[in-house]
């Protein structure tokens, strides 16, 4: 029997236990031993709940108790979780956490300290919740390099834009219907601005290319400023509005962003709609594989979390090599990178400027945007793109095209 203890009983931890207990039989059978949870670390009680019996206050309580072979961290946050989770391992306890911010800011010195213990550090539901993702990159893609990362990284913010996109609702009433259907929280500003999508970038890029690559470090735009106007404008394109997570090697320089991009319709992730996930990879040998599924929720990330603990179990005594390494990666200006541009500028009839500008591109007219001018560019670096588009006016709204 191996005992773990789970710190948090919040939307997570709950459904860890619920899962440990609804899928006892089948989670025990694949791991080869019983799982069996000895405490929840919780500043609350639980009266009336079984897992009342089990609620500790003190951590010192799980970091002294030798039975504990795993800690489970799902409290969220950088703190207290960084400090648990480093004494866990010092102490001789693998964990297993779904906290992306502990993991984008510390995961590298984490997976070095467990290596050190010969112990595991896994954080499989920290990106994309119940999708695997984690784990092909660390061991089924391991035979490819690389090249490119794309994906719908955040569920509030592709059911915002998802809701925009079929019902034509403006960017604040798509947000409150997020927020009541419980999508969104009340301050939705680590969604909307992109900040939890580039920490998982971060994670995914640092797995993809073997060192630390710092979130402070990738350029983030959120879709606070996208319009049910951008988004008629894309449908005159068959094309769509998604906010993407980027990280892509080019003749050896990474670039990496998270902002709103207008993908073609045919773009396997334009299938991806409301609250699901998807994280699109490219390989220099296998090619393109997508990962689809719930990316949030009490269950689906749980699953995740066990699945860890599973491996865990499985690994005792044995370290499952990860390439993430402490050194950091520095970046590429992402200003050297190249993409095409949807634009609306200001004024009506400035198709010649923006020709002189910027050569052939393809103008979109909307019957009632009889103020302004919009266009898609050919592919174009970033920092030339900023010196010519203020030959031709003030900017309406400016979003990266992939098609």
């Keep these: 029997m191996v005992k773990i203890a789970v710190l948090g009983y919040g939307t997570v931890g709950s459904g860890v236990v619920r899962v440990l207990n609804t899928n006892h039989d089948n989670i025990n059978t694949r791991a080869g031993q019983q799982i069996d949870i000895k405490y929840i670390l919780d500043l609350r009680d639980f009266e009336g709940d079984p897992v009342q019996e089990k609620i500790v206050h003190d951590y010192d309580i799980i970091l002294k108790d030798e039975e504990i072979k795993i800690v489970v961290e799902v409290m969220g946050g950088v703190e207290p979780a960084y400090t648990y989770v480093k004494s866990a391992l010092e102490h001789g306890k693998s964990v297993c956490t779904s906290n992306k911010e502990l993991v984008a800011r510390h995961g590298a010195e984490l997976l070095e300290l467990a290596k050190k213990k010969q112990l595991n550090f896994l954080f499989e539901a920290s990106v994309g919740g119940g999708i695997p993702i984690i784990r092909p990159l660390n061991n089924s893609l391991t035979a490819d ?215 052939e591109v393809t103008f979109v007219v909307l019957d009632d945007k009889k103020d302004e001018t919009a266009f898609l560019t050919d592919s174009i670096k970033e920092c030339d793109f900023d010196s010519k588009i203020a030959a031709v006016g003030e900017v309406i709204n400016c979003i990266r095209a992939d098609f």
Excluded at 158 to 185: C, H, P, V, W
Excluded at 198 to 207: H, N
Excluded at 268 to 290: C, H, R, Y
Aim: net charge negative.
């Design 145 to 359: 390099e690389i090249t490119d990362i794309k994906g719908i990284l955040n569920g509030t913010t592709n059911y915002i834009l998802s809701k925009m996109s079929r019902e034509g609702l403006d960017f604040d009433t798509a947000l409150k219907d997020a927020q009541d259907r419980g999508y969104a929280e009340r301050n939705p500003e680590a969604d909307v601005e992109g900040f939890d999508a580039c920490r998982k970038i971060a994670i995914l890029s640092s797995l993809a290319y073997g060192m630390q690559v710092d979130f402070e470090d990738i350029q983030t735009e959120g879709i606070t400023k996208i319009t049910k106007e951008d988004i008629a404008y894309a449908k005159k394109l068959d094309a769509g509005i998604k906010l993407i997570g980027s990280s892509k090697k080019v003749d050896g320089d990474i670039y990496a962003f998270v902002a709103p991009m207008l993908l073609s319709n045919s773009h396997p992730l334009m299938g991806v709609n409301d609250v699901f996930n998807a994280i699109f990879v490219k390989g220099n040998v296998l090619g393109d594989v997508m990962f689809y599924g719930q990316g949030a929720g009490s269950l689906p990330t749980a699953s995740a979390v066990v699945s860890d603990v599973v491996d865990a179990v499985k690994h005792m005594g044995t370290n499952i090599m990860s390439i993430w390494c402490t050194e950091k990666l520095e970046l590429a200006d992402i200003k050297q990178s190249e993409n095409r541009y949807f634009v609306r500028v200001k004024g009506a009839g400035k198709e010649d400027s923006v020709k002189s500008a910027f050569g």
